[in-house]
């Protein structure tokens, strides 16, 4: 009898790290869920996770904290959460886009359509995806479930989008 090989993890040899974008979380008044699950549901797709950082909703600590960490740990894949809604602190897209070199609208709209799925006021996210320099950079609602919804929206495509961006042909990534 023949056992079939496991499965390759999905993000196996990607390089990623996860940034927190919250008030309230970097202050010490509420709990990050949604950073500590990304983190480890990159590790389970099989990613090696470089940095887990918690910021404020301030463009220029994001603007500091993604070229830190683009720079200094060289991630091919940074997922933030948080800040992508409507509240006037909600500033992370505006954060992103203005360093970025692309903006990859795809991502936001598979993110919104495949989120009303789940709950209607997914239509209201500014999530967004762009590349900084070498690094795709997915900016994610705040909410755990959002997150954990989003990854399963983005899992068929993330392998393949960082495969493209560094110079790959558009045949199917394993």
């Given at each position: 009898?023949?056992?079939a090989a496991p ?102 709209e598979l993110l ?58 558009h045949d199917p990534?394993?």
């Open positions: 009898e023949v056992l499965l390759k993890p999905k993000l196996q040899n990607v390089k990623a790290a996860v940034i927190t974008i919250s008030d309230r979380v970097s202050s010490g008044q509420a709990e990050d869920k949604s950073g500590p699950y990304l983190s480890q549901r990159l590790a389970s797709e099989g990613a090696e996770l470089l940095a887990h950082s918690c910021v404020s909703d301030d463009v220029a600590e994001i603007q500091k904290t993604l070229r830190y960490l683009i720079e200094t740990k060289k991630p091919q894949l940074i997922i933030t959460t948080g800040g992508t809604g409507l509240s006037p602190r909600d500033v992370t897209p505006e954060a992103i886009q203005a360093i970025a070199s692309r903006v990859i609208t795809g991502f936001g919104r359509q495949d989120g009303s799925k789940h709950i209607q006021t997914a239509w209201l996210s500014r999530s967004l995806a762009c590349v900084i320099g070498d690094t795709l950079v997915v900016a994610l609602p705040g909410s755990q479930n959002a997150c954990r919804e989003a990854l399963d929206a983005l899992a068929p495509i993330l392998k393949h989008a960082l495969h493209t961006m560094h110079g790959g042909n990534v394993s």
